[in-house]
């Protein structure tokens, strides 16, 4: 399978065109940017780091029943999966209080939550991706009903029970997570995007060392080194989860 037509460039992948329509190619990038933009750099060899977490991620995903647009890495770089259409709605996931929700919230930093925190972002770079509540993502029209907001949230929260306990044995507390969904060829919300330390916060059991992005946001370097750690961590002894 060949990529074709650059049909969209994000920040972190450029989508192309194959020879079969309902299959798109997701090439990952070695960009990284922060705060909407405003902080940008490149780190050799984090879009491969990034194309590998997520293969295993979503393999782990299919395999314990949630459906994604993964199909199958096709090298370092480069992903095959369904074309689906995106929902113009990040669903953020949250176990531990930080970042934004501290500072909006001035909840402390490192507080467990009570329960896990489903909220719902509005994917639009040129408006900062605000908050939405559910009557919004119906007035944008970006879903059809309140039924498919209790369809994002349903199936968040069984990415999170998928991988909390998961991430937990691999000695990394799941802090917080980003998703994105599409709608497959028959109207079926699928999980899409990515899975990985960009849009993952992971911190280490022992001695709450970051392990993503946060690297970069808050300049503290080793952050293909921390990406690293993960892979090694997700794989395991025998290179296989």
């Known amino acids: 399978m060949e990529k074709r037509e650059l049909l969209y460039e ?23 940017t922060a705060f909407n933009g405003l902080k940008k750099a490149s780190e050799a060899g984090k879009g491969a780091l990034n194309n590998k977490i997520s293969t295993e991620l979503f393999k782990l995903l299919e395999q314990n029943g949630v459906p994604t647009h993964f199909v199958r890495m096709l090298d370092e770089n480069h992903m095959l999966h369904r074309r689906v259409d995106i929902i113009l709605i990040e669903v953020i996931v949250r176990n531990i209080a930080t970042g934004s929700l501290s500072k909006n ?5 490192g ?12 994917k639009n770079d040129a408006l900062g991706d605000p908050k939405l509540n559910d009557q919004h993502c119906l007035i944008l029209n970006l879903v059809n009903s309140f039924e498919e907001l209790d369809t994002l949230r349903a199936m968040a929260r069984q990415v999170n029970d998928i991988l909390r306990p998961f991430f937990h044995e691999k000695g990394l507390n799941l802090v917080d997570f980003k998703l994105e969904f599409g709608k497959d ?3 079926n919300i699928i999980l899409a995007d990515e ?38 961590r997700i794989l395991g002894d025998n290179g296989t989860i």
């Open 10 to 32: 994000g920040k972190a992948k450029k989508l192309y065109t194959t020879d079969d329509p309902g299959l798109l190619i997701s090439e990952f990038k070695d960009d990284l």
């Open 105 to 109: 919230l001035g909840i402390p930093d």
């Open 111 to 122: 507080t467990v939550l009570p329960f896990t925190l489903v909220e719902f972002d509005y």
């Open 185 to 187: 060829a028959q109207g």
């Open 195 to 232: 899975i990985s330390p960009d849009n993952c916060r992971f911190w280490d059991l022992q001695t709450g060392e970051k392990m993503d992005k946060d690297r970069f946001r808050q300049g503290m370097g080793g952050l293909k080194v921390a990406y690293e750690e993960v892979l090694n």
